[in-house]
């Protein structure tokens, strides 16, 4: 079964640009629900209880119709506020020389990268995730998904950076200013992890 991760960090250490009230609803009952959920939904189907989340979501396709929904939505959400977590921190850092060599390659500069990346996530309809994923031939892709769906459902790569847009991410602070969000994002991001997850 699932549990709901630790933050990696106090609720108030990505003030001012995630306030500590939003960390809180955020973290203790958004995702916690999701969590609570996905349990809910395995209690009876005790052969994908021991599954990691990926591996469970990775092949969705396979699961019991009765549950398929239920699971796409809670673990996606699971999966991705953990992701989102582990992606942010209050500490400075840059992305690694081999991600940035990534990335010129792809985006032709990090400014270039950061663009497509909000213009993504600033432009997703309703509710949902922008996302940086490393594909198979480890070339990069920005692409972003609805709802709580995220690139590990249709196999379009391994995903090693989040941005959660629901609106229950930035509303309190920034209202219906998802852009203001999104470009605030960029002040703490943690791409020391990004590094990692690319290397991977």
């Known amino acids: 079964m699932f549990s709901l991760p630790a933050l990696p960090f106090d609720y108030n250490a990505l003030e001012p640009f ?7 609803i955020h973290h ?12 809910a939904a395995l209690k009876n189907y005790p052969e994908f209880q021991d599954q990691s989340i990926e591996k469970l979501l990775s092949n969705i396709d396979n699961l019991p ?5 239920v699971v796409r939505n809670n673990g996606g959400g699971h999966f991705n506020h953990s992701m989102f977590w582990n992606v942010l921190s209050n500490e400075p850092s840059t992305p690694s020389q081999q991600l940035l060599d990534s990335i010129n ?7 270039g990268f950061k663009k ?7 432009n997703r309809f ?8 490393k ?3 480890v070339t990069l892709q920005v692409l972003s998904t609805p709802n709580q769906d995220n690139p590990l459902m249709d196999k379009t790569g391994t ?22 969000y999104v470009n605030a994002f960029w002040n703490i991001v943690n791409w020391q992890k990004v590094s990692e997850l690319f290397a991977n």
């Open 116 to 122: 497509q990346f909000s213009d993504v996530a600033i």
């Open 126 to 133: 309703g509710s949902g995730w922008a996302w940086l994923v």
């Open 65 to 69: 119709d009765e549950i398929k929904t």
């Open 18 to 24: 995630i306030d500590e009230e939003t960390m809180k």
């Open 159 to 180: 995903p090693i950076l989040a941005l959660d847009v629901w609106e229950h991410a930035y509303y309190l602070k920034y209202r219906n200013k998802r852009a203001d």
């Open 135 to 137: 594909t198979d031939n």
């Open 105 to 111: 390659n792809n985006f032709e500069s990090l400014e």
């Open 28 to 39: 203790d009952l958004h995702h916690g629900g999701y969590v609570n959920k996905l349990n």
